[in-house]
Structures are given as structure tokens and as C-alpha cells.
T-cell receptor, first 117, second 113 residues
Framework: GAVVSQHPSWVICKSGTSVKIECRSLDFQATTMFWYRQFPKQSLMLMAT?????????EQGVEKDKFLINHASLTLSTLTVTSAHPEDSSFYIC?????????????FGSGTRLTVV | QKEVEQNSGPLSVPEGAIASLNCTYSDRGSQSFFWYRQYSGKSPELIMFIYSNGDKEDGRFTAQLNKASQYVSLLIRDSQPSDSATYLCAVNIGVNSGYALNFGKGTSLLVTP
């Protein structure tokens, strides 16, 4: 089955530093990857849609200069949280869509728990 | 704002009973519908998807879709304690690539032994 590998699974960083989260599709090509954020007891909120080779599309209220997304290849997308602050502490999850599949082909990464201290 | 609504619960059912989870959505253009299960601290895992009105069965799970009423449900038969989790309803407005899923807040299910 389709597998999306997400790293790191958890990270603790100091306020003001940057953190990079990677998502790799291991056995399929992902033209489109989605980045979600989930706060405790809340649902997944879409942050941005990233398409291979083009700029990401950010949802309203998500700062594109703070959450840098790079989707340089069909198997790798990265999310960099720049100048992280405690309010950025959350569970970040990527989702990849298998190229050419109907839209049931969404696969989620295992998530990254970010804690900013 | 396109809404996906779920009762947050918790929904408590005894082991072996049927658990019924409900979801409504606001966008009439929605094309496909998904149920995910999420354990605490983990990412969601797909249980079922459904596109057409009616029922779709997969093992102990049955998804039901009524587009006229903008309603989708998930039935879990013979509920097990391991089914205790948060169940997320997700809706997609498109059938082609590039559309993100819109998630509800989830219903917490507790299956008691």
C-alpha cells in the first residue's frame, strides 16, 4: 500500500529557532501534498496545498513566510516552521495524493509533534 | 465557510453493540466522503470512503450517504474496545486531483468491555 514517511515524529525546539519537517512518499509519486495542523481536541486544519515544482497555496490565516513549504520532487515535501513560538506548538501532519488515482488515494504521514519552549 | 459537523461525543457503547456515528456537511458540491479513525497522538487512518448515495459495507463497517440530506454516517457492528478512538468525517469537493479534505472535529467513541 501507499506509504508516506514523515520525520521527525516529535521535536522540541527553543523559541525563535526553525524546524524542518519532511514528508516522503515511499512507493508512489505524489503530485500534490497537503499540510495539516491539529491542536489538542481539535480537528485537522488544512494549512497549505503543495504541488510539485510550483509554489504552495496557503489557506487564509496561514503565514506563508512563517511556514515555508518546498515540494521539489514527486516524492518529497518539506515544511519549515521559521522563528517558532510556543503558539506554534501543535501536531503537524502531511497527506499525499497518489498521482493518477481517484481521490480516495490520500495517505497520511505519521505526524510530527512540535513543542516550542 | 464549508462546514463538516460531527457530534463531539463521547459516544459510549458496550462491547458487541452497534456504534452509529453521524456527520453533516454544508457544501452541496461535495463529491466524496471519508471516515478516518484517529487514536490519541497518532495520525488518521482511513476506514472507508463513499461516493454514491446508499450503503457501502466493509467488514464490520458500513458507511451510509444521503446527498439530498447532506448526511453521511458510519456504523460499526460488533464494537470492540480496540475501536475506541476519535472518528473523523472528511469531505472532498472534487473528484479530480488536487483537492484537500475538509475534516469535521471528530466524534470520540468509547467501547466499554
Amino acid at each position: 500500500g501507499a506509504v508516506v514517511s514523515q520525520h521527525p515524529s516529535w521535536v522540541i525546539c527553543k523559541s525563535g529557532t526553525s524546524v524542518k519537517i519532511e514528508c516522503r512518499s515511499l512507493d508512489f509519486q505524489a503530485t500534490t501534498m497537503f499540510w495539516y495542523r491539529q491542536f489538542p481536541k481539535q480537528s485537522l486544519m488544512l494549512m497549505a496545498t503543495s504541488n510539485e515544482g510550483s509554489k504552495a497555496t496557503y489557506e487564509q490565516g496561514v503565514e506563508k513566510d512563517k511556514f515555508l513549504i518546498n515540494h521539489a520532487s514527486l516524492t518529497l515535501s518539506t515544511l519549515t516552521v521559521t522563528s517558532a513560538h510556543p503558539e506554534d506548538s501543535s501536531f503537524y501532519i502531511c497527506s499525499a495524493e497518489r498521482t493518477g488515482s481517484p481521490n480516495y488515494g490520500y495517505t497520511f504521514g505519521s505526524g510530527t509533534r512540535l513543542t516550542v519552549v | 465557510q464549508k462546514e463538516v459537523e460531527q457530534n463531539s461525543g463521547p459516544l459510549s457503547v458496550p462491547e458487541g453493540a452497534i456504534a452509529s456515528l453521524n456527520c453533516t456537511y454544508s457544501d452541496r458540491g461535495s463529491q466524496s466522503f471519508f471516515w478516518y479513525r484517529q487514536y490519541s497522538g497518532k495520525s488518521p487512518e482511513l476506514i472507508m470512503f463513499i461516493y454514491s448515495n446508499g450503503d457501502k459495507e466493509d467488514g464490520r463497517f458500513t458507511a451510509q450517504l444521503n446527498k439530498a440530506s447532506q448526511y453521511v454516517s458510519l456504523l460499526i457492528r460488533d464494537s470492540q474496545p480496540s475501536d475506541s478512538a476519535t472518528y473523523l468525517c472528511a469531505v472532498n469537493i472534487g473528484v479530480n486531483s488536487g483537492y484537500a479534505l475538509n475534516f469535521g472535529k471528530g466524534t470520540s467513541l468509547l467501547v466499554t468491555p
